[in-house]
């Protein structure tokens, strides 16, 4: 099985910026790589939510509409990792960040522990 250790997080101000990183390990790793994968979040209160996600190959990325145009989602596949760069920040964008195999589908797939993003205004 896949583990996913999420790092990165912190506080920051609105307008600033934050670059999450994933970092998967596994022996399934060495055979198959990273296949799909993506970042959720969960504010207080609230449910977790898709934030973005991105095919085994790179070349296709979804987003949330409330991050479209302020957040990157990419992968380094030599490395393992999958990096989320946000930009922009907003004090509603303050939730616990995760990332997930298979993003597309919540019924399935591994999650990291999470990492706190704070956006201060």
């Known amino acids: 099985q896949v583990q996913l250790v999420e790092s990165g997080g912190g506080l920051v101000q609105a307008g600033g910026s934050l670059r999450l990183s994933c970092a998967a390990s596994?022996?399934?790793?060495?055979?198959?790589?990273?296949?799909?994968m993506g970042w959720f979040r969960q504010a207080p209160g609230k449910e977790r939510e898709f934030v973005a996600g991105?095919?085994?190959?790179?070349?296709?990325?979804d987003y949330a509409d409330s991050v479209k145009g302020r957040f990157t989602i990419s992968r380094d596949g030599p490395k393992n990792t999958l990096y989320l760069q946000m930009n922009t920040l907003k004090p509603e964008d303050t939730a616990v960040y995760y990332c997930?195999?298979?993003?597309?589908?919540?019924?399935?797939?591994?999650w990291g522990q999470g990492t706190q993003v704070t956006v201060s205004s």
């Open positions: 596994g022996r399934e790793l060495s055979s198959n790589g990273m296949g799909d």
């Open positions: 991105i095919t085994r190959s790179g070349v296709t990325t």
């Open positions: 997930k195999t298979n993003p597309w589908t919540v019924a399935s797939g591994t």
